[in-house]
């Protein structure tokens, strides 16, 4: 009977997510200048550098949105949001007493407005979102993520991938995610992102196809020889290392999007066969909804174009009341237009009489016209067209 209680205990008490506060000497890149200079500046140039509500108009407009459509408060949700962009936020929660206060405006001063309002979180996703994860728990279920699927080092405390690392500034400890295994770091939060209606519409973690391929060999290069660290520690020089760059290039970036795909166009009967293969480990598009591909089929005689078509590859989203959304208030989605993992698509269309040549384009583009409008974004770069690849096949 006792032994039965421990166990039902022991279920009960599964571990829940816990705030440990960030000292002053680390809550910044800045105070990590004086000796990782070359990181803090490849990591400013990252998305990671973006997540907060300041600094990324499409995330702030997808958070004013969700507050007009739902009635909830703004800061409400961007603590919701904070769990995988904010993950050093000091509440995990705001709950409906903060909704009741903040329709009262009696939340002036509340734990909520602090924690939102703290330096700690301006930074987004810096240092130590990363390098202050002690334990990632992957055995929680699917749905726990960022904030709720880590335990934090004791301020002060870096996690890194070496073994005999010394510093003088800060302790250090190895950890295997950051090292042999470093997946499982990115996908605390690149992984179920899902709306308000709970539904799944992304999830990196299923589509990734070949577990062997480490998200970081793309997103900061392979390993190469430099320092981690600028200060002499080794007999008067900077110790030599095998380090990797912190930029996190991705779908923002133009240069990352040039053959991340490949075309290839056939005749096959009456038809024109457009085959669009994707040799990455995952989804093209992923990461986030409403991302899109563009095709553009032009069918030549000589130089001149006879006809030309535009397809776009995307995802369209549905709200409870049937109405086009964005991902957070999707009910449903449409048909996934993706490039599945390892995997092609193939799109047929009809051949146009008297063509000598059709010439195909693939773009990219970060958010589709349907998204785009909704929200009402105003910086070209989120309707901008990233080249991919084209290709021609001659008649
Ligand atoms: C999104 C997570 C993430 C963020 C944010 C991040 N790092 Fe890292 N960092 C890593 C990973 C993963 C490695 C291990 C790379 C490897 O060697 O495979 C690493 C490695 C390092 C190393 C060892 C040397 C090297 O380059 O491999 C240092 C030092 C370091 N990071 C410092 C920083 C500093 C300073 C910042 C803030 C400007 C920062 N990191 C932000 C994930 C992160
Ligand atoms: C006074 C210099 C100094 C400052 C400031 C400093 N570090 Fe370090 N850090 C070091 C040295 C030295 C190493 C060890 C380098 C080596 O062994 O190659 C190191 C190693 C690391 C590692 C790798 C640890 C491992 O075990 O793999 C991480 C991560 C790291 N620092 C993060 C940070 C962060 C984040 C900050 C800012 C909050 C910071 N450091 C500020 C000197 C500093
Ligand atoms: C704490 C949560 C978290 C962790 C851990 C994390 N990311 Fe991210 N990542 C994000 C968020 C949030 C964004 C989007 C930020 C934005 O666009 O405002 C992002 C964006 C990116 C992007 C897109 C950049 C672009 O230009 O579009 C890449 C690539 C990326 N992360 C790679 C990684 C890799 C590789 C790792 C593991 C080493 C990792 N991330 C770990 C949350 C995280
Ligand atoms: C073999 C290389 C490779 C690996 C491994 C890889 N990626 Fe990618 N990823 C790419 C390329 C190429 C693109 C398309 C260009 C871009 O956005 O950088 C991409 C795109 C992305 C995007 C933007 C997606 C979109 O369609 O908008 C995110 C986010 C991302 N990757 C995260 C990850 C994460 C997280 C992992 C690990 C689970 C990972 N990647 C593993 C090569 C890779
Ligand atoms: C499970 C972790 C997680 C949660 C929770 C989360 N996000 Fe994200 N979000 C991400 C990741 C990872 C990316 C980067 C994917 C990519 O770049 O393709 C991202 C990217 C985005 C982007 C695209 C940004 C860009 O620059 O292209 C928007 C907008 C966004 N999130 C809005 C939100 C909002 C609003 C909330 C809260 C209602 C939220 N997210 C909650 C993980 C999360």
Known sequence: ???????????????GAEVVEVGDRFKNSRSCKACHLHIVKGWEGSWHAKSHY??????????????????RSSNGIQVECATCH?????????GMDYEIAAVMELDKGSKVNQALQSDVISEGINCVVCHNIDKIHDELDETKRGIHRVEWTPSGVMSGPYEDAKS???????????????????????????????????????????????????????????????????????????????GFKGAHSTEMWRDALNLDVKKAGQEIAVTISNPQPHNIPSGFGARE???????????????????????????????PTIPHLAEKMGKDMSIPANGKRVIKLPAVGGTTSVEVSLFYRLVNDEVRSILELKDPIWSEKKFIASTILKL
């Open 168 to 246: 003088p500034y800060h302790k250090v400890v190895h950890r295997d995610f950051m090292d042999q295994n470093p997946n499982q770091l990115c996908l605390v939060c690149h992984a179920n992102d899902r709306s308000f209606e709970g539904l799944v519409f992304t999830d990196m973690q299923s589509e990734l196809q070949d577990g062997s391929q480490k998200c970081v060999d793309c997103h900061m290069g392979e390993k190469e020889r430099g320092v981690a660290a600028t200060l002499k520690i080794d007999h008067g020089k900077a110790k030599e290392r095998e380090i990797r760059s912190h």
């Open 1 to 15: 009977m006792k032994l039965l209680l421990a166990v039902v205990l022991g279920i009960g008490t599964l571990w």
């Open 86 to 94: 904010n993950p050093r936020i000091s509440v995990t929660e705001a």
């Open 54 to 71: 300041q600094n990324d108009e499409y995330f702030q407009a997808t958070v004013d949105y969700l507050s007009r459509k739902t009635r």
């Open 293 to 323: 591909l563009v095709l553009v089929v032009e069918y030549k005689q000589g130089m001149k174009t006879l006809k030309s078509d535009t397809l776009s590859l995307t995802q369209s989203y549905e709200s409870k009341r049937k109405k």
